[in-house]
């Protein structure tokens, strides 16, 4: 079994470690740590929960102090995060890492002022961890200087590509200096991302971690099938039979989030949301009022999963399933950490079944099913030979055919309306309409729509003078 001091990391990291409650390095620590220190290009592919933070922050923490400079400090690592979440939590690994270093580390993010961010950069920094768009912002504004970069990591490559900072990440790379380390870490590795890796990476070491490794060791997971509008009684059920302490429950969307945390709220039961409609200040509370205990039900998405790194939760429930597989894995990676176990529950409806099919898929073995709930489903249980993804719903040709026969609501109303002024309804003419007129029909009639006698026998078209017929009563008078 190999340990931390085998990996070659200084006397300073390892106290640190030590007093951190690491005990031996996970598979992608040993994996990455070592090319890192001599110097070489890494790329990760390795889902939350795997130590991934730890693999690169130690190696450029001790390349950083190995090399210290001296004099005004100059940014010289930089970090890349999609969101402020993941960003704050990268920080926090810095902070604490360096705890017994002489290096100075800061995070910038959007959604809050940049004063504070813009003065202790200019203190002098020597790790930055930001997310693109306040960089370029204050890139632009003349704050931060990043042609000093000597380490260059992207996190969460994939998630910033799903987010559409493709062209800000482009942007940051051709402001970097050429002469640099570079790492970059990704859950999945599709062409989109090979492209990139190959545009800045040299002579990369690749290191993966695949799924089946992460989590199906100690994480209890089952599958329930559910109809959607049943969903929100199930989980209710199972928080308070479950008796469960910490639990994040992921949802597709962020209006879902904020129905489920009122749902919730009515059945005595608190919880807070967070996604990416709230402000950066409701999202800090939020995440800090679960991290204390004092809220133990978290609703979240997906963009948010790949920033929570919260000890002690004991349940991840899935409220909708992930339509990405990979996504799975990051929401019940959640749990299960630091060598404890946890429980992972998936709610399937009758929508989400082919969801169910790519996730056993990736994993590589069915979950287990629980059906001794009272809103088991039947009609949610994936079909045999189904293929993954979305379940489409085919109209029959007797759901088209009832949908051609609805009643025209406007065309009866219309109709009532008329009946009560004591006229007849209108015919069901397919060429009436301006653009449709009979062949035969005269520009010149005064039946023609909007010029209707009035009660004098008199309507616009033998007003010479164009006027109303308000304007002829008065004159009449």
């Given at each position: ?191 989109s991302i090979s492209e990139l ?5 040299r002579d990369a070491v690749r ?271």
């Open positions: 079994m190999m340990s931390f001091t085998s990996l070659g990391l200084s006397t300073e990291l390892l106290q640190t470690l030590d007093q951190e409650g690491y005990v031996e390095p996970t598979p992608i620590q040993e994996l990455a740590i070592p090319p890192l220190l001599e110097g070489r290009d890494v790329l990760g592919v390795a889902q939350t929960g795997t130590g991934k933070t730890a693999a690169f922050a130690l190696p450029v923490l001790q390349r950083i102090a190995d090399s210290n400079q001296g004099g005004h400090r100059n940014i010289r690592a930089l970090i890349l995060s999609p969101t402020r979440e993941l960003a704050a939590q990268i920080g926090e690994r810095f902070s604490a890492y360096g705890a017994n270093l002489p290096l100075y580390h800061h995070v910038i993010f959007g959604g809050v002022s940049q004063k504070p961010q813009v003065k202790a950069v200019k203190r002098g920094i020597d790790i930055l961890t930001a997310t693109p768009g306040r960089l370029l912002d204050l890139i632009s504004q003349g704050h931060i200087d990043i042609s000093n970069v000597e380490f260059f990591v992207l996190d969460e490559a994939d998630r910033m590509l799903d987010m559409g900072f493709i062209r800000d990440i482009r942007k940051i790379l051709k402001m970097l200096p050429k002469n640099r380390q570079n790492l970059l870490f990704s859950a999945t590795m599709p062409n890796a190959g545009s800045f990476l290191v993966e971690i695949t799924p089946e490794e992460v989590a199906v060791d100690r994480i209890d997971q089952h599958i329930l099938f559910v109809k959607k509008s049943n969903k929100q009684y199930l989980l209710t059920t199972l928080i308070k039979e479950r008796n469960v302490d910490k639990a994040i429950v992921f949802t597709r969307t962020k209006h879902g989030a904020n129905r489920l945390v009122r749902q919730l709220g009515h059945a005595e039961i608190e919880a807070v949301a967070i996604h990416g409609n709230k402000s950066q200040g409701a999202r800090t509370r939020a995440l800090s009022q679960f991290k204390n205990g004092e809220i133990s039900i978290l609703i979240a998405t997906d963009i948010a999963s790949r920033g929570i790194d919260v000890d002690g939760i004991s349940h991840v429930f899935n409220f909708d399933l992930p339509n990405i597989p990979e996504s799975y894995v990051h929401r019940i990676g959640r749990t299960a950490r630091a060598g404890k176990s946890g429980s992972a529950f998936g709610f399937c409806d009758e929508s989400e079944s082919g969801y169910l099919v790519g996730i056993q898929r990736l994993l590589g073995h069915d979950i287990p099913v629980i059906e001794d709930h009272p809103y088991h489903f039947p009609g949610a249980i994936p079909k045999p030979g189904q293929k993954p993804g979305e379940v489409r719903k085919k109209k029959s040709r007797n759901s088209r055919a009832a949908t051609r026969k609805q009643p025209d609501l406007r065309r009866e109303r219309s109709d009532r309306r008329r009946a009560d002024e004591g006229r007849s309804p209108r015919e069901n003419n397919p060429n009436r309409g301006r653009h449709n007129r009979p062949k035969n029909h005269d520009p010149n009639s005064s039946q023609k729509r909007g010029n209707r006698s009035n009660k004098h026998g008199s309507n616009r078209s033998r007003n010479s003078g164009g006027g109303s017929n308000r304007g002829q009563r008065r004159r009449r008078r």
